[in-house]
């Protein structure tokens, strides 16, 4: 199966056949807005339309700072039928946070909401107090509307004043290797990188994704993962939109709305984090909802144990359960088991890479391991980025000379070319599905008056998979509390990057060149808190 086949070469191509070929089937649900493709198709015209009376021009950039409302795939497509460049910011971010990804970007408009959780984006950006020269323009997707911010409806509203003849002539300037989306990814250094990714990777990534998956017209997909993450957004709104699947997004993860969801639209697709499903086979009320629909279950991020699919299968009635591996630098894909394989294969690897994609094992000399031996998994092929934002030293430091995109992940693969992820060669652990980077989280917990010095590690986690551990060395003439220290970081950073747990030490373990030994530091950690 080759992967030059896709029927579209950029995301305005795939919008106006997916509207035009799917055109009356169900594309969106979400509380009381139901569309169908020609509906939803209207819609993203329209937002596409405002992007232009807005003044944005091909190649300009906006962001989205929004949990997974219709609003926020409507404002997407509208910008990719405009030419413009998506941005997606990550909703549990802080205002620090967020302002640092509008800065680097260039970002001229944001969508965001006021009312998520009792989380007032607007505001938390406001508060930040960050220098924005960039930014022109706060819509407001849902929630109160601030002074000196427009809701979307008056958004949208402006766009009458432009043809359509106009925005299907900017669409059709569109060309396959312009960017479409620059993703946020933080890295050992502790400031996070834009990896730009362009239209027809994308088109063509994902074509494959949901055909291996085996995604089909009339399929429900209830999309659970975030909106601005690459498994929402390519996984979740795009390949919808390629497949004729009805989207269905979930806002918050809520065990009992989800399943009375699946129960109530007949949901076919649920893909996500291990825990997602774990916690639906550990609901207590699981035996009263009718979720007999379920088809199609996506998963990874995490380890997978083999008794979890096997129940994914017979308890919650999935025909296909598959896992993948893949980094933003991989347009969020390199490898996938497929939908055939067996329940021991889909819990103990990643799987084979994707069709014209070259996966390997290496030695730090760059020569291939024989298999089963652990070495660094490595990329090649179409998926990778085109590069980092404005950042051509790092994007050299990631994809060499040959082209191979060093991932920093530590695995083996086996006769098959399945790999196994086994260890990390960056120091980045994952909670419940979002990397966590101790090299960010670090650099922000220096900013504490009582931290002298700090080393972040991962520990073992039943629900989330690991979490953070900060080991501190606090500042002279302090003497900092544990407590006081974990609420300070829930308030400065995402919930996830935050520590669960803060020892207080005298020193921090170093090997001779004065490198802290995080190996160490997790060996003490995994005592300390076993299986958190």
């Not at 706060?138 to 409806?153: E, M, N």
């Not at 502790?190 to 998956?213: E, F, N, S």
């Not at 990390?424 to 504490?448: C, Q, T, W």
Request: charged residues 25%; glycine residues 8%.
């Amino acid at each position: 199966m080759s992967t030059d086949t896709a029927p579209w070469h950029t995301i305005p191509q795939l919008i106006t056949d997916g509207c035009e070929r799917f055109a009356d089937l169900d594309a969106m649900v979400d509380g009381d807005e139901r569309w169908n493709f020609r509906e939803y198709g209207e819609r993203a015209r329209a937002a596409g339309r405002a992007f232009m009376a807005s003044a944005m021009e091909q190649g300009d950039v906006y962001a989205i700072w929004a949990p997974n409302v219709c609003e926020w795939a409507v404002a997407a497509l509208g910008g990719y039928l405009s030419a413009s460049v998506l941005v997606p910011i990550n909703t549990r971010f802080k205002g620090r946070e967020a302002a640092f990804v509008l800065r680097r970007s260039q970002a001229q408009i944001l969508f965001t909401v006021t009312d998520f959780l009792d989380a007032d984006y607007v505001e938390m950006l406001r508060s930040a107090n960050e220098e924005l020269p960039d930014l022109r323009e706060i819509v407001v997707l849902r929630g109160p509307v601030p002074d000196g911010c427009i809701s979307f409806a008056d958004f949208v509203a402006r766009g009458v004043a432009v043809a359509d003849e106009a925005l299907t002539a900017r669409s059709a300037a569109v060309k396959p290797d312009d960017v479409c989306h620059i993703l946020f990814t933080s890295g050992t250094t502790g400031a996070p990188k834009g990896a730009m990714l362009v239209h027809d990777t994308v088109c063509r990534v994902y074509d494959v994704w949901a055909t291996l998956i085996g995604l089909r017209a009339g399929d429900r997909y209830l999309i659970v993962n975030p909106f601005f993450h690459s498994f929402g957004l390519h996984c979740g709104i795009l390949v919808s939109l390629m497949k004729g699947a009805c989207a269905i997004p979930q806002a918050v993860f809520d065990v009992p709305q989800m399943m009375a969801r699946v129960q109530a639209e007949r949901v076919s697709m649920i893909p996500g984090a291990p825990s997602i499903y774990q916690t639906i086979l550990n609901h207590p009320d699981l035996e009263s909802f009718d979720l007999s629909s379920l088809r199609l279950a996506v998963t990874g991020a995490a380890a997978v144990p083999v008794e979890l699919v096997r129940q994914m299968r017979e308890k919650l009635g999935f025909e296909v359960v598959v896992t993948g591996y893949g980094l933003t630098e991989t347009t969020g894909t390199a490898t996938m088991c497929r939908a055939d394989d067996d329940p021991e294969t889909i819990a103990n690897t990643s799987g084979r890479a994707v069709p014209d994609v070259e996966v390997r094992i290496v030695d730090t000399d760059g020569n291939e391991m024989p298999r089963g031996e652990p070495g660094e998994i490595v990329v090649r092929g179409y998926v990778l980025m085109k590069g980092y934002l404005d950042d051509p030293e790092q994007t050299a430091e990631v994809i060499d000379a040959d082209g191979w995109l060093h991932t920093g992940d530590i695995g083996d693969m086996d006769d098959r070319g399945y790999i196994r992820i086994t260890d990390r060669v960056k120091d980045m652990f994952i909670v419940g599905g979002f990397n966590a980077y101790p090299a960010e989280i670090e650099n922000s917990m220096l900013r504490h008056p009582e931290i002298g010095q700090v080393a972040v590690v991962g520990v073992p986690d039943a629900r989330l998979g690991e979490v953070g551990m900060a080991f501190v060395i606090p500042k002279s003439g302090t003497t900092p509390d544990p407590k006081a220290i974990i609420a300070w970081c829930r308030e400065e950073m995402a919930n996830y990057k935050a520590p669960r747990f803060v020892e207080i030490v005298d020193a921090l373990p170093l090997n001779a060149t004065g490198k802290v030994l995080k190996f160490e530091l997790r060996d003490r950690a995994a005592l300390l808190h076993p299986l958190a």
